[in-house]
């Protein structure tokens, strides 16, 4: 122990104890003070606000004295500070407002302005004190600078149109606006435009200023607008599309963004039309970036959900691969609108196109399978068409061209056996989707060119040919604008394989180019080719007449009915005859008539005739399209406009009179050439009781003398049999019944009837009195 504490001091062997901390008292205090107490202490120490005396001002020399040390005050502290602080200058303003000095007001606004015109506060109370006070023309003034000084303070604008329009001046608030777009300002300027236009119901305006605004701001938000205004300013599905489609066209690279594309689409959904929507939401995905389609990504899964089948929700749950940059350009040409059938496919391929998006590696796993499957197919049966056109259909799905080309290839290589139209009318699609496909998808037009040269020069044309493909050459080459081309294939086609189907779209095809010596001379090839083809002889002559070539028009009939042999006679002439008539000619026509009896004596003939010469020329040129249109009233003021023209009573009674004399030469014809056609005479009578009781010449009388005349002329219906003969002419043996007509002249030849007639009656009449006695007879 004596070793341990050798080395240490007393005060180092002092043990220290650590050192007492006073508790704090935590009981409330005796006296408790609040935030409210301290609130009120304070303030009850503050001293007095100073405020300034009330003056009273009691005679106009105080009053001027008070002015002039308020304005001295006030030009001190302009003076001072009034260079950088515009509230000085406001309140001086206003106090010489307040005092009814409007003058001294504007000098001091005016004063403002100099020192800092860029503070449009400034302006705006400047022009509301005018306003405030109906200084209507002092607030334009001062609009006009603020605007011409600050044209691109769009709060300016606006509170300027909003005076005018206050104002009922509508047409100022126009001129406004026309001043302001030409400073071309935002969207909201153009569209406060356009709201305007639509309050006061100006939609073509709206339209043609939404025109101006697409052009000067070619933005997706404008375009986007101008669509939703069409479709809620009328409806127009077609415009609104329209407007998407232009917007895509005209921003080029900048319409490549989520935003157009979703409008687009929804847009498409709201009008019901499925696939074009979803072809939008794939050529979207197509060409956008991942990065920048994750919203358009997410309503496409969305919509497949919705609206699309098994197969299109597990293409879509496929994340989108980068774009590829698109290859296909516009298509700008006037000729192209030449036939609705092309423009049908195109627009078809575009849509293809769209859909033709980077596939998933599982679609790419079903395609292969697929070309697997049609492979087995053609190496089976290459001569069965409908396989190629599936194969094709899906390599064109896939969006590989050279691979597409491929698969036409092989397919045109497999020629029909045996040189039968029947044989190649599968085969020929072949050629024409191949054709289509080079020129609208590939967008090769020497390649289509070559396509169709390859095609015509396979067909056997001496054995048959196909006029579609002939045309669709040429009309390939009118698209081209080779129209030298287009006339030598046409040409070609005539002389090689001449068809009804080439002659008429050559003739039309001249014809919408306005070459109509051409088209005489096509007509005339036609009608030399064909001398019994009655449409062709037709249409020549509803040429010449288009043209106001009476003369040409009546020597093209006289020559189609002077053919030996036609293939429909009777509208020919029925075209004549009505051509005659909408000449006015009743002479020529009554001559067509007479001369069409020479030929025929048919029933029809003879009541188109006698209805012919009992109606005013006016009506019978009618179309009956208008005449069934016409209410009865208009239609019987017409007949008696037309009637009054051509001789009035006079006129009818010597049309009624040559109505009648056809009657009788038709019936005497009828019953002396024609005595078995017993039903076409009773519908000759008919018509001609009906005639007589219409006629208008005649007193009551004599018209019902004639009716009773023609009712005297009638033939009885009787019922007899008549053995059932077989096509062979052999009979079954047994009986049919069937209704004859007898006449009167008929009954006199025959007194048997008459006896048999009587045995008739005399049985009802047994019948009547005792049902045995005539049982037994």
């Given at each position: 122990?004596?070793?341990?504490?050798?080395?240490?001091?007393?005060?180092?062997?002092?043990?220290?104890?650590?050192?007492?901390?006073?508790?704090?008292?935590?009981?409330?205090?005796?006296?408790?003070?609040?935030?409210?107490?301290?609130?009120?202490?304070?303030?009850?120490?503050?001293?007095?606000?100073?405020?300034?005396?009330?003056?009273?001002?009691?005679?106009?020399?105080?009053?001027?004295?008070?002015?002039?040390?308020?304005?001295?005050?006030?030009?001190?502290?302009?003076?001072?500070?009034?260079?950088?602080?515009?509230?000085?200058?406001?309140?001086?303003?206003?106090?010489?407002?307040?005092?009814?000095?409007?003058?001294?007001?504007?000098?001091?606004?005016?004063?403002?302005?100099?020192?800092?015109?860029?503070?449009?506060?400034?302006?705006?109370?400047?022009?509301?004190?005018?306003?405030?006070?109906?200084?209507?023309?002092?607030?334009?003034?001062?609009?006009?600078?603020?605007?011409?000084?600050?044209?691109?303070?769009?709060?300016?604008?606006?509170?300027?149109?909003?005076?005018?329009?206050?104002?009922?001046?509508?047409?100022?608030?126009?001129?406004?606006?026309?001043?302001?777009?030409?400073?071309?300002?935002?969207?909201?300027?153009?569209?406060?435009?356009?709201?305007?236009?639509?309050?006061?119901?100006?939609?073509?305006?709206?339209?043609?200023?939404?025109?101006?605004?697409?052009?000067?701001?070619?933005?997706?938000?404008?375009?986007?607008?101008?669509?939703?205004?069409?479709?809620?300013?009328?409806?127009?599905?077609?415009?609104?599309?329209?407007?998407?489609?232009?917007?895509?066209?005209?921003?080029?690279?900048?319409?490549?963004?989520?935003?157009?594309?979703?409008?687009?689409?929804?847009?498409?959904?709201?009008?019901?039309?499925?696939?074009?929507?979803?072809?939008?939401?794939?050529?979207?995905?197509?060409?956008?970036?991942?990065?920048?389609?994750?919203?358009?990504?997410?309503?496409?899964?969305?919509?497949?959900?919705?609206?699309?089948?098994?197969?299109?929700?597990?293409?879509?749950?496929?994340?989108?691969?980068?774009?590829?940059?698109?290859?296909?350009?516009?298509?700008?040409?006037?000729?192209?609108?030449?036939?609705?059938?092309?423009?049908?496919?195109?627009?078809?391929?575009?849509?293809?196109?769209?859909?033709?998006?980077?596939?998933?590696?599982?679609?790419?796993?079903?395609?292969?399978?697929?070309?697997?499957?049609?492979?087995?197919?053609?190496?089976?049966?290459?001569?069965?068409?409908?396989?190629?056109?599936?194969?094709?259909?899906?390599?064109?799905?896939?969006?590989?061209?050279?691979?597409?080309?491929?698969?036409?290839?092989?397919?045109?290589?497999?020629?029909?056996?045996?040189?039968?139209?029947?044989?190649?009318?599968?085969?020929?699609?072949?050629?024409?989707?191949?054709?289509?496909?080079?020129?609208?998808?590939?967008?090769?037009?020497?390649?289509?060119?070559?396509?169709?040269?390859?095609?015509?020069?396979?067909?056997?044309?001496?054995?048959?040919?196909?006029?579609?493909?002939?045309?669709?050459?040429?009309?390939?080459?009118?698209?081209?604008?080779?129209?030298?081309?287009?006339?030598?294939?046409?040409?070609?086609?005539?002389?090689?394989?001449?068809?009804?189907?080439?002659?008429?779209?050559?003739?039309?095809?001249?014809?919408?180019?306005?070459?109509?010596?051409?088209?005489?001379?096509?007509?005339?090839?036609?009608?030399?080719?064909?001398?019994?083809?009655?449409?062709?002889?037709?249409?020549?002559?509803?040429?010449?007449?288009?043209?106001?070539?009476?003369e040409r028009a009546r020597a093209v009939y006289e020559l189609a009915i002077a053919q030996p042999v036609l293939d429909m006679p009777e509208v020919l002439w029925k075209a004549f005859i009505d051509f005659e008539i909408g000449e006015g000619n009743r002479e020529g026509a009554r001559e067509l008539y007479e001369r069409l009896l020479e030929r025929t004596r048919h029933v029809k003939v003879w009541l188109s005739y006698a209805k012919f010469e009992a109606t005013p020329l006016a009506?019978?040129?009618?179309?009956?399209?208008?005449?069934?249109?016409?209410?009865?009233?208009?239609?019987?003021?017409?007949?008696?406009?037309?009637?009054?023209?051509?001789?009035?009573?006079?006129?009818?009674?010597?049309?009624?009179?040559?109505?009648?004399?056809?009657?009788?030469?038709?019936?005497?014809?009828?019953?002396?050439?024609?005595?078995?056609?017993?039903?076409?005479?009773?519908?000759?009578?008919?018509?001609?009781?009906?005639?007589?009781?219409?006629?208008?010449?005649?007193?009551?009388?004599?018209?019902?003398?004639?009716?009773?005349?023609?009712?005297?002329?009638?033939?009885?219906?009787?019922?007899?049999?008549?053995?059932?003969?077989?096509?062979?002419?052999?009979?079954?043996?047994?009986?049919?019944?069937?209704?004859?007509?007898?006449?009167?002249?008929?009954?006199?030849?025959?007194?048997?009837?008459?006896?048999?007639?009587?045995?008739?009656?005399?049985?009802?009449?047994?019948?009547?009195?005792?049902?045995?006695?005539?049982?037994?007879?």
């Amino acid at each position: 122990m004596s070793g341990l504490g050798a080395g240490t001091t007393a005060g180092q062997r002092e043990h220290k104890l650590p050192r007492v901390t006073g508790v704090k008292n935590k009981q409330a205090a005796p006296t408790q003070i609040t935030a409210e107490q301290i609130l009120r202490e304070s303030k009850a120490l503050q001293d007095a606000e100073i405020k300034a005396p009330t003056i009273k001002i009691t005679d106009p020399e105080e009053l001027a004295e008070y002015r002039l040390q308020k304005r001295k005050e006030f030009e001190d502290q302009v003076r001072r500070v009034g260079r950088w602080n515009p509230t000085v200058w406001v309140k001086y303003a206003q106090w010489e407002e307040q005092q009814k000095d409007f003058r001294r007001a504007r000098s001091v606004w005016e004063r403002a302005m100099e020192v800092d015109y860029r503070n449009v506060s400034l302006w705006l109370k400047y022009v509301e004190m005018e306003m405030r006070h109906r200084f209507i023309n002092h607030a334009r003034n001062i609009w006009d600078r603020a605007v011409s000084l600050l044209p691109r303070i769009d709060q300016l604008w606006y509170k300027y149109v909003h005076m005018e329009e206050m104002l009922g001046n509508v047409a100022g608030a126009r001129q406004i606006f026309e001043r302001w777009m030409q400073w071309e300002p935002d969207h909201h300027g153009w569209m406060a435009y356009i709201k305007m236009e639509l309050r006061y119901g100006e939609t073509e305006r709206a339209r043609q200023i939404f025109e101006r605004y697409v052009k000067c701001l070619p933005s997706v938000k404008a375009w986007v607008r101008y669509a939703k205004f069409e479709m809620k300013s009328g409806g127009d599905v077609m415009a609104a599309r329209a407007c998407y489609e232009r917007s895509v066209e005209e921003l080029g690279d900048d319409a490549n963004t989520e935003e157009l594309f979703l409008r687009f689409a929804e847009f498409e959904e709201r009008v019901k039309e499925v696939d074009r929507a979803r072809a939008i939401y794939k050529y979207a995905l197509d060409h956008l970036p991942k990065s920048q389609a994750g919203e358009l990504y997410r309503r496409f899964v969305q919509f497949e959900k919705q609206l699309g089948d098994r197969e299109g929700i597990e293409a879509s749950a496929a994340p989108p691969l980068p774009p590829r940059p698109s290859t296909r350009t516009k298509q700008q040409n006037t000729l192209h609108n030449y036939t609705t059938p092309q423009n049908a496919k195109r627009r078809l391929g575009n849509r293809n196109s769209m859909a033709a998006c980077s596939m998933h590696p599982t679609s790419e796993v079903i395609v292969s399978e697929r070309r697997f499957k049609y492979e087995e197919e053609v190496r089976r049966a290459p001569l069965n068409y409908d396989s190629w056109f599936d194969y094709i259909r899906l390599e064109e799905s896939a969006a590989d061209i050279e691979r597409t080309r491929e698969v036409y290839e092989r397919a045109i290589a497999n020629v029909p056996p045996a040189a039968e139209k029947r044989y190649w009318q599968r085969y020929i699609y072949l050629w024409i989707k191949y054709a289509l496909f080079e020129e609208l998808e590939a967008e090769d037009v020497e390649r289509a060119r070559e396509v169709y040269r390859a095609c015509l020069k396979l067909l056997p044309h001496r054995a048959f040919t196909f006029g579609k493909i002939w045309i669709m050459a040429a009309q390939f080459e009118i698209r081209q604008l080779r129209l030298d081309a287009a006339r030598k294939i046409l040409g070609m086609a005539i002389g090689m394989c001449p068809k009804n189907k080439l002659f008429k779209s050559y003739i039309e095809m001249e014809l919408q180019l306005g070459n109509i010596e051409r088209c005489r001379t096509l007509y005339a090839k036609y009608i030399e080719w064909s001398p019994a083809n009655a449409g062709a002889w037709g249409r020549f002559a509803d040429l010449e007449r288009s043209l106001g070539e009476a003369e040409r028009a009546r020597a093209v009939y006289e020559l189609a009915i002077a053919q030996p042999v036609l293939d429909m006679p009777e509208v020919l002439w029925k075209a004549f005859i009505d051509f005659e008539i909408g000449e006015g000619n009743r002479e020529g026509a009554r001559e067509l008539y007479e001369r069409l009896l020479e030929r025929t004596r048919h029933v029809k003939v003879w009541l188109s005739y006698a209805k012919f010469e009992a109606t005013p020329l006016a009506v019978l040129a009618m179309p009956a399209e208008d005449d069934e249109e016409l209410e009865e009233e208009a239609r019987q003021q017409q007949l008696a406009e037309a009637e009054e023209a051509e001789g009035g009573e006079a006129g009818t009674a010597e049309r009624e009179t040559r109505a009648r004399r056809v009657y009788e030469r038709a019936l005497r014809s009828l019953r002396d050439s024609q005595p078995d056609a017993k039903e076409e005479a009773v519908m000759l009578l008919e018509a001609w009781r009906s005639f007589e009781a219409g006629c208008t010449s005649r007193p009551a009388e004599e018209r019902q003398k004639a009716v009773a005349a023609v009712q005297a002329k009638m033939p009885r219906r009787v019922k007899r049999k008549r053995a059932i003969l077989l096509d062979d002419g052999s009979s079954t043996g047994g009986m049919e019944e069937y209704y004859d007509y007898i006449f009167p002249d008929e009954a006199a030849a025959a007194p048997n009837l008459k006896l048999l007639e009587m045995a008739h009656k005399w049985k009802r009449q047994k019948m009547e009195g005792g049902g045995g006695d005539a049982e037994a007879v």
